[in-house]
């Protein structure tokens, strides 16, 4: 089936922004998320964090003025497929409140959801699939989210989503619901 886009009476098309701690699960819930509406037959993109900073964004450090930009970035590629009348499902760490608002900002009115992927810091990092979390206890990774580096949990997210508590597909099923209940899909 061709992917269907967006006319002035159908939905209009949407960020849903995913945030969280490294290993909290975005990127997997974010593909799932993604086939998902792309089995619905909806035109849909997937932002990767990882992805985007082998290449767009591989210029950019870790400080804070580097991830701000990494995330204004990422928000303006967002606004530009919402333009094309595509759907993004991003997953990026977002460490920073003000990093996510503007994201918001630039997205647009109505078109961006934060969803907050919550898991335990103890959970994250048996997970660590990127050795992340074992390479700051060695001390070759100084400024790892959550660790050496700070992580602003969202205040209001759109939905808060407990990666420890439920199976990727679970909250997948549950963003869905969200969406459609909201008249988004």
Known sequence: M???HFSPEAPQPFALWLTGLPAAGKTTLA?????RLRDLGLSVCLLDGDIMRRGLNADLG???RDRAENIRRA???ARLL?????????????P??????????????????EVF???????????????????????QISDLTGVGSPYERPLRPEL???????TPQALADEVLRRLRDEGRL
């Open 62 to 64: 870790f400080g804070e």
């Open 160 to 166: 808060h989503l407990r990666s420890d508590q439920n």
């Open 31 to 35: 593909s799932e998320i993604t086939c």
């Open 82 to 94: 919402l333009d094309s009348g595509i759907i993004v499902v991003a997953a990026l760490i977002s």
């Open 2 to 4: 061709p992917p269907r």
């Open 96 to 113: 920073f409140r003000a990093g996510r608002a503007n994201a918001r900002e630039i997205a647009g009115a109505g078109r961006f959801l």
């Open 117 to 139: 992927v919550d898991a335990p810091l103890d959970v994250c990092r048996q997970r660590d699939p990127k050795g992340l979390y074992a390479k700051a206890g060695a001390g």
């Open 75 to 77: 928000a303006e590629i």
